[in-house]
Nanobody, 126 residues
Framework: VQLQASGGGLVQAGGSLRLSCAAS????????MGWFRQAPGKEREFVSA????????YYADSGKGRFTISRDNAKNTVYLQMNSLEPEDTAVYYC????????????????????WGQGTLVTVSS
């Protein structure tokens, strides 16, 4: 599956962005979806994930209460709404697809994801 992430940009601290991930697949509902990010000089880290049906969502502690993941399987698109952005959120954000579903720890693990988008840059200025 091919993934296209978009929606990144430059925003001031405290602002909001909504990232989108469009999937070129017949049925996005067959995939769990995740967002990861990589800041300059740092390793890629988990941000959020959502199960195939959208019934369960997972967040890294850094994004709890600020980020919301959602999906529209009819549109083959997954979203990441990011509010109250902080300079520490500056990174390239990647969406990823896991064929099948994920549960618990598996949703947090990048190696469980089969396909990755190209990333979209989020820059938060102080």
């Amino acid at each position: 599956v091919q993934l296209q992430a978009s929606g990144g940009g430059l925003v001031q601290a405290g602002g909001s962005l909504r990232l989108s991930c469009a999937a070129s697949v017949r049925t996005l509902g067959m995939y769990a979806m995740g967002w990861f990010r990589q800041a300059p000089g740092k390793e890629r880290e988990f941000v959020s994930a959502i199960t195939r049906s959208g019934s369960r969502t997972y967040y890294a502690d850094s994004g709890k209460g600020r980020f919301t993941i959602s999906r529209d399987n009819a549109k083959n698109t997954v979203y990441l709404q990011m509010n109250s952005l902080e300079p520490e959120d500056t990174a390239v954000y990647y969406c990823a697809a896991d064929y099948g579903d994920c549960s618990g720890y598996g949703c947090y693990t990048s190696r469980n994801y089969d396909s990755w988008g190209q990333g979209t840059l989020v820059t938060v200025s102080s």
